[in-house]
């Protein structure tokens, strides 16, 4: 499976921007994917994670209510919405899936980064002041 994370870029506080991770090989709608963010010098960290079918989601608490993960199994594609976005915000984002494990059909949502199978190369937010 290919992760292909995009849509970071330059924003002003307050701002939006709507990033994208398009997977290539593998069973996309039995993944639970997430969204981790990373600042240089610091350990990964969890943003959000979404279930195979996008009913369940779960965010870290400081961006609840900002940003918003969802899904497109048509597309292959998971996204995450970040509106009023803050200076502590900037980081690279990474994307990720996590298939089933064994005996189960679907791969449940995690907020662990060691449970993920699939790594994106990562696309870069800066939100200035």
């Known amino acids: 499976v290919q992760l292909q994370a995009s849509g970071g870029g330059l924003v002003q506080a307050g701002g939006s921007l709507r990033l994208s991770c398009a997977a290539s090989?593998?069973?996309?709608?039995?993944?639970?994917m997430g969204w981790f963010r990373q600042i240089p010098g610091k350990e990964r960290t969890f943003v959000s994670t979404i279930g195979s079918d996008g009913g369940i989601r779960y965010y870290e608490d400081s961006v609840k209510g900002r940003f918003t993960i969802s899904r497109d199994n048509a597309k292959n594609t998971v996204y995450l919405q970040m509106n009023n976005l803050k200076p502590e915000d900037t980081a690279v984002y990474y994307c990720a899936a996590r298939r089933p494990l064994s005996g189960l059909r679907v791969g449940a949502p995690s907020t662990t980064g060691g449970s993920y199978d699939f790594w994106g190369q990562g696309t870069l937010v800066t939100v200035s002041s």
């Open positions: 090989g593998g069973s996309f709608s039995s993944y639970a």
